[in-house]
């Protein structure tokens, strides 16, 4: 059982910054591969970056490479997820996720655990 608690959301301006804190509970989050996902009112929820447990491999979705930087630090069972030049369509609830395999990364389905998510809005 891993728990998992976002944090960092808020309000910034179009070429602003935010840093995401995904929290996790349980001694064996360091296996875990951990994904961040946002969704919008009335959309669908979309991949937006993920890590390998160890912290080496990273993956990000074409519309924040770039600009997203995600991010591990074992010790601190937390994943972050940095934000820069930020976009008003970057404007979503984040969450983070956990999985145990590589297979089906970028699909929400695949996921096992989730937090509450923490809502970004982008100004213009």
């Known amino acids: 059982q891993v728990q998992l608690v976002e944090s960092g959301g808020g309000l910034a301006q179009a070429g602003g910054s935010l840093r995401l804190s995904c929290a996790a509970s349980g001694r064996t989050f360091s296996s875990y591969y951990v994904g961040w996902f946002r969704q919008a009112p009335g959309k669908e929820r979309d991949f937006v970056a993920a890590?390998?447990?160890?912290?080496?491999?990273?993956y990000d979705a074409d519309a924040v490479k770039g600009r997203f930087t995600i991010s591990r630090d074992n010790a601190k069972n937390t994943v972050y997820l940095q934000m820069n030049s930020l976009k008003p369509e970057d404007t979503a609830v984040y969450y983070c996720?956990?999985?145990?395999?590589?297979?089906?990364?970028?699909?929400?389905?695949?996921?096992?655990?989730w937090g509450q998510g923490t809502q970004v809005t982008v100004s213009s």
């Open positions: 890590i390998s447990p160890e912290g080496s491999m990273t």
């Open positions: 996720a956990t999985k145990n395999s590589y297979l089906g990364l970028r699909n929400p389905g695949w996921y096992e655990y």
